[in-house]
Nanobody, 127 residues
Framework: QVQLAESGGDSVQAGGSLRLVCAAS?????????MAWFRQAPGKERQGVAG????????TYADSVKGRFTISRDNANNTLYLEMNNLKPQDTGMYYC???????????????????WGLGTQVTVSS
């Protein structure tokens, strides 16, 4: 019933920008849910990129994307965004949207913290 659908992935040159969108349905989005973006490169484990706390303005980012990526949410429209700037080849991977009811702040970027996942959108950055 709970569904997350990512879009916005594309192939871009290094230094370019993309905005990923996660459209949620089947549940009350609102401030009850922690939301996050993860990515997985070929041969590597899925890792947290950016997370948004269920209440307040708390956000967190992986060290590798700090200063370049921005996570935001529109609870009224059940939508999560990831603005990615100054993309690098190492940003290449499948990007996934994730949601969890009342997650823990310190686990915002932990894969096992999340129950709901989208199917992903591919981002490819060439040098």
């Amino acid at each position: 019933q709970v569904q997350l659908a990512e879009s916005g992935g594309d192939s871009v040159q290094a230094g370019g920008s993309l905005r990923l969108v996660c459209a949620a349905s089947g549940f009350a989005f609102s401030n009850e849910y922690c939301m996050a973006w993860f990515r997985q490169a070929p041969g590597k484990e899925r890792q947290g990129v950016a997370g948004s706390l269920n209440v307040g303005n708390g956000v967190t980012y992986a060290d590798s994307v700090k200063g370049r990526f921005t996570i935001s949410r529109d609870n009224a429209n059940n939508t999560l965004y990831l603005e990615m700037n100054n993309l690098k080849p190492q940003d290449t991977g499948m990007y996934y949207c994730a949601a969890q009811l009342n997650c823990r702040y310190w686990a915002l970027l932990s894969r096992t913290e999340y129950t709901y996942w989208g199917l992903g959108t591919q981002v490819t950055v060439s040098s």
